[in-house]
């Protein structure tokens, strides 16, 4: 059985009461467009299942209309993906892709935005509606390196969360084991205090268990800090980069944190080579 033939057997086992198969960035609200997960694993095995359903679905733009809007919007950054699911039957035309038409892909996004397809920040919300109550990520990661490392865009919804039950006063976490004890201040108070620059992950931990992210410049560092890294010794910069590339879906939620941490001018090409956003 070849995995296309896989993917078809095994579709109906995940329609849901509609008969719908739910689009990706519904199911996996915390994967980012362009991450691995969807070249793999379960990820992977969504979008096979999904490529099925959907040529199963009526071409007419009405019928994928409907499909659509019986399911969260999804990211800007799957504007491509939507306009293809409206219009399967232009695919493979020879003005060729997005990248080669930037203006034509631009016209798309807003067409299909003002039909409400897409939204700006939209997946924290379809995560946050999938919850029932709060996962602790110690429960899955042993430190909060590890965390920040491999599981940076649901450790960012988390965050965003825990800032909204914070609200509540009588609100209190648990207590947390000895290996996360660097975050403790943080989650009880919303404060991380005083970080450690040359821990790019922890800190970025510690930042997000308070509920938000501070930028380098905020935190009085320099371009000169970064060092374009991966490795799990990443300064703090390096380690915002990391987080920027997970948090952000569209570049007017991006303009949104830049101006309210007043990036300076300094900064700017930096942010537009690391942080690419539509």
Known sequence: MSWKESCRARLREHLDARGDLAPPWERFPDYERHTIGWRMGAGEDWMGMWSVFLEQLAPDPETRIAYLR???PAPISWADVVHDVLYPTEQGDDDDSDEDDPSAAAQRRSAILEQGLIASDVAFATWLGQ?????WPWERYPTPEEAARY?????????RQLAELRKDRAWAPPAVPASWRACTQALETGDACAIDP???????AQLLCAGHVEAPWQLGLALADFADSFEDDMGYVDAFRLWGMSAFDDAEQLRRYLEATRMPAAWRDWVAEQLPVV
């Open 151 to 159: 599981n940076t865009r649901e450790l960012w919804f988390w965050s």
């Open 70 to 72: 019986r399911h969260p």
């Open 198 to 204: 040359q821990r790019g992950l922890l800190s970025l």
């Open 131 to 135: 919850q029932r109550g709060v996962s």
